[in-house]
């Protein structure tokens, strides 16, 4: 029987069920034991408390087209997705929610509070990931990760104190303008006490990676190749600190 086709363009009629399958039927897993060329790739993790917006789709359509032109050429092809703990937001919509039900957070313990954001992430945090799936994005699902759990916490320790042992990172206290109620927004620090008379939570541990210019990257071993501020004294026209991209 002739079926009619409709005159515009519905996606919502094709695009979210080939999706649906894509994932069910894991057309995108990759398999560390099939032979040939491999192309592996890691989504930059966005933050669990968001949703897509146009920021996270610039470079997602870059790794999706990628990756699928390696999968094109018979490369063995790994996307990684997971998303990313960001403690400070996460805390804050955390702190809201039981603010509403009328409980104060500070109350709860630090165990209690971390429990409840764990819960927090399993019921509401996966906006973002449902998205990425929804709009086809050519991941393999059965490997997502989040940066908060057991395995990747092992690794990033390793790293901070492999770093710190070779002397290629040092840390210090400053002072930072930072408020647990009202974060602001890029503001990644640690809390740590100082035991000295300044306000309490006005003191940062940050780290610093040394350059073999002599210069310093203000960032994170994980970001220490990405996004950085850099101090190089030795060139006479860098009056300021140089922001990467």
Sequence with gaps: ??????????????EQRWARAWVEQQLFRADAKTPGP???????????TG????????DHTEIDILTRWHRMRGYNTLFLPGTDHAGIS??????????????????????????KVWEW???????????????????DWTRERFTLSPELSRAVREVFVR???????????????????????????ERV???CDHAPGNHARRYRRRCPSGGRALRPPGWQNGSVAVDEPRNPDHRRPLRGP
Excluded at 38 to 48: K, R
Excluded at 121 to 139: L, P, R
Excluded at 179 to 189: I, K, N, T, Y
């Design 38 to 48: 491999v192309f592996s790739i890691v989504i930059p993790p966005p933050n669990v």
């Design 163 to 189: 770093l710190y042992e070779e002397g290629l990172i040092y840390r210090g206290h400053y002072m930072v303008n930072w408020c647990l109620a009202h974060p602001l927004p890029g503001r990644r620090v």
């Design 1 to 14: 029987m002739p079926r009619e086709i409709p005159k515009a363009y519905e996606p919502q009629q094709i």
């Design 193 to 195: 006490p100082c035991g």
């Design 90 to 115: 996460t805390q804050r919509v955390v702190v809201k929610l039981l603010a509403e039900q009328g409980i104060d957070y500070r109350k709860l313990g630090r165990e209690a509070f971390e429990k």
């Design 121 to 139: 992430k399993e019921q509401s945090g996966g906006t973002i990931t449902k998205q990425m799936m929804q709009i086809g994005e050519s991941c």
């Design 51 to 58: 949703s897509l917006h146009i920021g996270h789709m610039l």
